[in-house]
């Protein structure tokens, strides 16, 4: 029998913080990035092999994290496990005090229906935004290259080549990749399609056709969107929309 990974997601537009809840998944994540968006999270039971960067930790029941926005990671699963995330706007941590962004986060975890922390797993989650610096949440690469990370985020719908991209730089296509790598920590291909389905996700609470979603984000058919809408969520976009809510 097909094992069924169920994923809650939570998101609170008043405050731009999303709570997505893994319970006895065996979902694996390819390598990918958060935009402008500070990660953290608490293993609630099992364990997960975490690589950050070039670093790679494994992460058992009660262990924390954190990600800061763009940098490359995966997650894959050793064991079943259940895994709380907080996805955190960058400009919260830029404009408020860590006390107001520990008290958003505590009232998002309160009316979460299924999570059911101690008080002891509480802070050791809140205590990740403690080692942070707000001069560390800042990115910066080389202009041409921001100029096509900003590109690419913002309109990640555009069918633009990678010959396209490279030939508006005046650069050559391979020392574009090169370069865009380096300071993005994915190909540009990676990045676009990343950020489709992020953009996807968007879309998906707000529109109920798949069709609609999957040529609006860029993506040749409902097939092809489908099959990395999977990759990088861990669910079919028909399960995203039922495992999703949102607070206004």
Same mark, same amino acid.
């Given at each position: 029998?097909? $094992?069924?990974?169920?994923? !809650?997601?939570?998101?609170?537009?008043?405050?731009?913080?999303? =709570?997505?809840?893994?319970?006895?998944?065996?979902? &694996?994540?390819? =390598?990918?990035?958060?935009?402008?968006?500070?990660?953290?999270g608490l293993v609630l039971c099992g364990s997960i092999s975490l690589t950050v960067g070039d670093n790679s930790y494994t992460c058992k029941k009660d262990s924390?994290?954190?990600?800061?926005?763009?940098?490359?990671?995966?997650? $894959?699963?050793?064991?079943?496990? &259940?895994?709380? @995330? #907080?996805?955190? %706007?960058? %400009?919260?941590?830029?404009?408020?005090?860590?006390?107001?962004? $520990?008290?958003?986060?505590?009232?998002?975890?309160?009316? @979460?229906?299924? =999570?059911?922390?101690? /008080?002891?797993? @509480?802070?050791?989650?809140?205590?990740?935004?403690?080692s942070l610096d707000n001069a560390s949440l800042s990115y910066s690469t080389e202009p041409f290259i921001n100029?096509?990370?900003?590109?690419?985020?913002?309109?990640?719908?555009?069918? #633009?080549?990678?010959?396209?991209?490279?030939?508006?730089?005046?650069?050559?296509?391979?020392?574009?990749?090169?370069?865009?790598?380096?300071?993005?920590?994915?190909?540009?291909?990676?990045? !676009?399609?990343? %950020?489709?389905?992020? $953009?996807?996700?968007?879309?998906?609470?707000?529109?109920? &056709?798949?069709?609609?979603?999957?040529?609006?984000?860029?993506?040749?058919?409902? &097939?092809?969107?489908?099959?990395?809408? /999977?990759?990088?969520?861990? =669910?079919?976009? @028909?399960?995203?929309?039922?495992?999703?809510?949102? #607070?206004?």
């Amino acid at each position: 029998m097909q $094992k069924v990974n169920k994923i !809650q997601y939570l998101y609170d537009r008043n405050v731009d913080i999303e =709570l997505i809840l893994c319970i006895d998944s065996e979902i &694996s994540y390819p =390598l990918h990035n958060h935009v402008s968006v500070l990660t953290i999270g608490l293993v609630l039971c099992g364990s997960i092999s975490l690589t950050v960067g070039d670093n790679s930790y494994t992460c058992k029941k009660d262990s924390s994290f954190s990600i800061l926005p763009y940098v490359p990671h995966t997650i $894959k699963a050793q064991n079943p496990y &259940s895994l709380l @995330t #907080l996805c955190i %706007n960058k %400009n919260i941590i830029n404009n408020c005090s860590k006390d107001e962004i $520990k008290n958003k986060i505590r009232h998002l975890l309160a009316v @979460t229906g299924e =999570l059911e922390l101690t /008080e002891i797993q @509480t802070i050791q989650l809140l205590n990740c935004l403690d080692s942070l610096d707000n001069a560390s949440l800042s990115y910066s690469t080389e202009p041409f290259i921001n100029s096509a990370k900003k590109q690419i985020e913002r309109y990640p719908e555009r069918k #633009l080549s990678i010959d396209e991209m490279a030939h508006s730089l005046y650069i050559s296509k391979y020392h574009f990749i090169r370069t865009f790598k380096q300071a993005v920590g994915l190909t540009p291909h990676q990045f !676009q399609i990343q %950020n489709r389905v992020r $953009k996807a996700q968007h879309m998906l609470n707000d529109i109920d &056709s798949i069709t609609e979603v999957a040529l609006t984000t860029g993506f040749c058919d409902q &097939s092809h969107f489908i099959k990395h809408f /999977e990759r990088y969520v861990g =669910l079919t976009p @028909t399960v995203y929309k039922i495992s999703c809510k949102i #607070l206004t």
